[in-house]
């Protein structure tokens, strides 16, 4: 057995063969070296599985699992925090891709405080081809250490995730397990409404740096579904308005309706770029 490092960067994947290498080589790149990296695989019927393998018989610190049957989203997200050894914690999709520095960054304040439950950084939205069509996006007023409220009232008058996704998050696997992880009723909004659970047990931190990139590609959870993401955003936030531990106020509620419509239109426009620079692509090929 080996030791047990610090951090586990985790690898849900389910037909990822397009992406996975590049995925894998971004985190293997790491700067800071003391982790380990727990690819799962949700039974793929491609070559996602063998892809994992050609970079575990390379380098020690991969470890692939597989499991026997399909799970659903929030259950392979589960199962892969719950097959992680490590107290610190990165969940990555099997399309998306870490900067060089990501973990030197997110590690060392975790480490050195103890009272923070997350730690973001901003991130990059690619295209199909790794190229940047939305740079340095994320964490709006929401840079530095923060707390609980602070971020539940930004992310309300946001209307949308001001977080971010799991890529560019770092948390703590004993809180991950505290707050009942990854929520089967929330699939649309899963990183969101984790990190505000988990920011009742701890603060944030933000980090102006650019460390993650989030693909966004034809065929993707996020592009296929915007009505069901706004409609689930909706629920949250007005969940984070009743909370008597986030103390949101009226204020903040308004300001959030009145941008809710603007990010919706955001996201719908990210999508359209990604698809027609992917049907340019094509054309090309």
């Not at 047990?4 to 070296?33: H, M, N, W």
Request: proline share 5%; glycine share 8%.
């Amino acid at each position: 057995m080996l030791p047990i490092p610090s951090v586990s960067v985790c690898i849900p994947v389910y037909k990822g063969e397009k992406f996975l290498a590049e995925t894998i080589r971004s985190v293997l790149d790491q700067t800071y070296r003391d982790f380990e990296l727990v690819v799962l695989d949700n039974a793929s019927p491609d070559e996602s599985g063998n892809i994992a393998h050609s970079f575990a018989e390379r380098d020690a610190r991969v470890r692939v699992e597989r499991n026997p049957v399909t799970l659903s989203q929030p259950d392979n997200w589960n199962r892969v925090v719950e097959l992680s050894r490590a107290p610190l914690v990165k969940v990555v999709c099997a399309d998306d891709l870490l900067h060089p520095r990501c973990l030197e960054y997110q590690v060392a304040p975790m480490d050195a405080d103890p009272g923070l439950a997350l730690v973001a950084s901003r991130r990059h939205m690619i295209d199909e081809q790794s190229r940047v069509i939305a740079p340095r996006r994320g964490l709006a007023g929401l840079t530095g250490v923060r707390t609980g409220v602070e971020v539940a009232r930004r992310v309300v008058r946001n209307g949308s995730n001001p977080i971010g996704e799991s890529n560019n998050v770092l948390f703590r696997r004993e809180d991950f397990f505290t707050v009942g992880g990854w929520r089967g009723d929330r699939t649309y909004v899963m990183d969101l409404d984790l990190w505000l659970r988990l920011l009742q047990l701890g603060d944030f931190l933000g980090l102006p740096e650019t460390l993650a990139a989030f693909r966004i590609g034809r065929g993707t959870v996020s592009s296929d579904n915007s009505a069901a993401i706004y409609e689930q955003q909706r629920t949250l936030i007005e969940e984070l308005g009743d909370s008597p531990y986030f103390q949101v106020r009226g204020v903040d509620l308004t300001v959030g309706k009145l941008f809710a419509p603007a990010g919706r239109a955001r996201r719908r426009a990210l999508f359209a770029v990604s698809k027609m620079s992917a049907g340019k692509s094509d054309s090309v090929a």
